[in-house]
């Protein structure tokens, strides 16, 4: 049975993006086809609120600061900026787009744990959690790393996120080390707060069974739930976070703060919108229904944590959670060390691609739980033998032939067995939408598409113009209203590819938006004035195809050098002019330390004659500072000074990798030369 379109409102979430890196090809896995929905419902007419954010208190936010010696809010500021300012470049439309650190998540949090505690629902209990002597500190999820005890997969303290993705608890990781310097730990005891997860066994097993949304959610789920849980620590030994009401010392888990965001962020909308209580149908125990799209990798919080978190605490429950697919980059797992990952802005958007392509290939891919296999080359199949092959030519070949020999809409009356297609096409994609299956929607446009290709073809408009203009005339009126169907049924998945055919055909393109479904069996009007056909897809040509793929490949190659300790990859031929601007001087090595909390970076203090600069290098894995101390090596000093480990680098020295033993870097040293000689 249907459930959209709804009588009831509807409030769609996505998970929050940490705060601590640019946009990636893989956050859109989640974030378009939620954008999607939420255009298909208003399609649908029906009330819908979409929310978002960026998650501030995660981990990642903490170790990108360290590693960029600047503070957690200086991160999560640049990047919730950057956010802010790339989901409108892709059409994605939030109605709020807050922080988890902002007033309102403070104050939303600590009402609802403080109304768990009120219940009953957390206590106090001792905890042994790892200390690393190395870094002074105790380490909390991601600042650890060991062995599953599930499945024994070496997994990150809070998730086995290389093996069977279970949530771990703290102290749960066997063979514990230090994430960031690879010590090992030792156990140390503290008093933690737990919430009772355990006694809401029964409740969760009931509420998943009847949970909307899509299979691989529930069933995951479910299958954690039957095997029993265990309650689960909401404090860490973190400085940065929300503090826990009752200890100051200790800082509330992030996955307690992060999905309250969704409540908050409703709540500023609200304010935004000038009804302070307007969060509430959605939030408080009614007809509201709560949809959350969110990454397979996080269906343990959305479907076990945060619902009872919610029942605990007297909030209305999710109606349905949508899990994604991962998303893979050239067959190979989404990794940015590797260097397989699209950075949205630099490798996409900068480059003058079109949002709609990506947007396009994020629904047709493949289906909502299956993972989704991205490259160029299958974006560029997409775009050619799809959206340009099929719908872009039935719609310029339309357009372009009536404004050619009638200049407007021409009279006719709408084929019977058009008009049948049209409300099929209707049907499908409400059905799909209520399976929340995009790739059918997008199936089905792509269908009527041929459909239409097939009618202009088999009439021959071209040569009935000849014999029969008003023969020709219903014809082209038939292509004219199958083409303003294609642009109501196209606009929630490429926007502005709709309005383009909106204003083409004479009509005001942004009121493509607002226009439901039932719009497209409304019949063009006879007489109206047709904009100047243009085409509404280009071809992504094989220039751009070899610079785009080529963009993956020396990312790659990078990486790969980078893990094998290399600083340089060898891409193409060195001008002599290019040499020449390469400064290289002999420097002595007056000191050389380890750069706290890394695994390979050494400071080094050295002297130039005229001055004395501090150099990163990553050798601290194939040397101790005390074999370096006094060396005089090479060092190229005109390199662009650079951040490394949070230390300012001006320089770099000069190594060279040893034959017969890869991966063994030996510094160019040159002895019995006065510090500062330049090499030539």
Same mark, same amino acid.
């Given at each position: ?19 601590? !890196? ?36 995660? #981990? ?30 892709? !059409? ?29 629902? $957390? ?47 703290? *102290? ?27 006694? &809401? ?12 949304? #899509? ?26 976070? &929300? ?16 999905? +309250? %965001?969704?409540?908050? %962020? ?27 799209? +969110? ?8 479907? $076990? ?31 940015? *060390? ?5 950075? +949205? ?28 296999? &991205? ?7 997409? /775009? ?7 719908? %872009?030519? @039935? ?5 372009? @032939? ?30 799909? #939408? ?10 089905? $446009? ?42 109501? &049924?196209?606009?929630? +998945? ?17 009121? /493509? ?121 090479? @060092? ?8 490394? %480990? ?6 770099? $020295? ?27």
């Amino acid at each position: 049975m249907n459930k959209y379109p709804s009588k009831d409102p509807v409030l769609v979430t996505c998970g929050l993006p940490y705060a601590s !890196g640019e946009m990636h090809i893989g956050h859109l896995r989640t974030y378009v086809p939620a954008d999607v929905f939420v255009r298909l419902l208003k399609k649908m007419q029906t009330e819908v609120v979409f929310i978002c954010g960026s998650d501030t208190h995660g #981990t990642p936010v903490v170790t990108t600061a360290e590693k960029l010696g600047v503070t957690p809010k200086e991160v999560y500021e640049k990047y919730h900026k950057h956010y802010l300012e790339t989901f409108p470049r892709l !059409g994605i439309g939030f109605d709020t787009n807050s922080t988890t650190n902002d007033p309102e998540n403070r104050h939303r949090t600590r009402q609802l744990v403080s109304t768990l505690q009120e219940n009953g629902h $957390i206590y106090a209990k001792d905890l042994e959690s790892p200390f690393c002597d190395q870094c002074g500190r105790s380490l909390p999820d991601r600042f650890v790393r060991g062995k599953c005890p599930h499945c024994g997969a070496d997994a990150r303290g809070d998730e086995c996120d290389q093996g069977c993705g279970r949530y771990l608890e703290p *102290g749960e990781i066997l063979n514990p080390r230090c994430a960031i310097c690879d010590s090992p730990t030792r156990p140390v005891t503290r008093e933690h707060y737990y919430f009772k997860l355990s006694a &809401f066994e029964d409740f969760l097993k009931d509420f998943l069974t009847n949970m909307d949304g #899509t299979k691989n959610a529930r069933n995951y789920a479910l299958g954690w739930v039957k095997e029993g849980l265990r309650d689960w620590c909401i404090t860490r030994d973190l400085n940065w976070g &929300f503090k826990f009401p009752g200890d100051e010392n200790l800082t509330l888990y992030v996955w307690v703060d992060a999905p +309250i %965001g969704y409540m908050s %962020g409703t709540e500023i909308w609200s304010k935004k919108i000038g009804k302070p209580k307007e969060w509430e149908k959605y939030w408080k125990p009614g007809n509201g229904r709560l949809v959350h799209y +969110i990454g397979q990798d996080i269906v343990y919080h959305h479907c $076990i944590f945060w619902p009872a978190m919610l029942k605990g605490s007297g909030y209305n429950l999710p109606d349905a959670v949508v899990a994604s697919g991962m998303l893979k980059i050239e067959g190979h797992n989404f990794s940015r *060390g590797r260097g397989y990952v699209v950075w +949205i802005k630099e490798d996409y958007l900068d480059k003058g691609l079109d949002p709609d392509y990506l947007r396009y290939f994020m629904v047709s891919g493949t289906s909502q739980t299956k993972d989704l296999d &991205f490259s160029w080359q299958s974006l560029a199949d997409k /775009v050619n033998n799809e959206l340009v092959a099929t719908f %872009g030519n @039935f719609i310029y070949r339309g357009l372009h @032939f009536t404004k050619k020999h009638f200049g407007e809409v021409p009279k006719g009356e709408l084929d019977p067995n058009l008009r049948k297609e049209i409300e099929k096409t209707i049907e499908t994609i409400i059905s799909a #939408t209520n399976e929340y299956e995009l790739k059918k929607v997008s199936d089905a $446009i792509l269908r009527l598409a041929s459909v239409g290709n097939e009618y202009f073809q088999a009439n021959a408009p071209w040569k009935l113009v000849k014999a029969d203009k008003d023969k020709a005339g219903v014809v082209l009126y038939n292509a004219i209203a199958l083409t303003k169907a294609l642009a109501v &049924f196209i606009e929630p +998945i490429m926007p502005t590819v709709a309005e383009r055919i909106w204003s083409q055909l004479g009509l005001e393109g942004s009121k /493509v938006h607002e226009v439901p479904l039932e719009e497209a069996l409304k019949l063009p009007k006879v007489g109206a004035k047709l904009g100047k056909p243009i085409p509404v897809i280009s071809k992504i040509d094989d220039k751009v195809l070899a610079d785009l793929k080529e963009s993956i490949s020396k990312r790659v190659k990078a990486a790969e050098a980078a893990e094998r300790g290399e600083t340089e990859v060898e891409e193409e031929l060195v001008s002599f002019d290019d040499f020449k601007r390469m400064d290289i001087r002999a420097g002595k090595i007056l000191e050389a330390t380890k750069v706290p909390k890394t695994k390979k970076l050494l400071k080094l203090e050295v002297d130039f004659g005229s001055e004395v600069r501090v150099i990163i290098t990553g050798l601290a894995d194939q040397y101790k500072p005390e074999d370096l101390k006094g060396l005089t090596a090479l @060092f190229l000093t005109n390199l662009e000074p650079k951040k490394i %480990g949070g230390i300012e680098s001006k320089g770099m $020295i000069l190594a060279v990798e040893k034959a017969d033993e890869p991966g063994r870097w030996i510094p160019v040293t040159i002895e019995g030369v006065p510090p500062g000689s330049k090499a030539a």
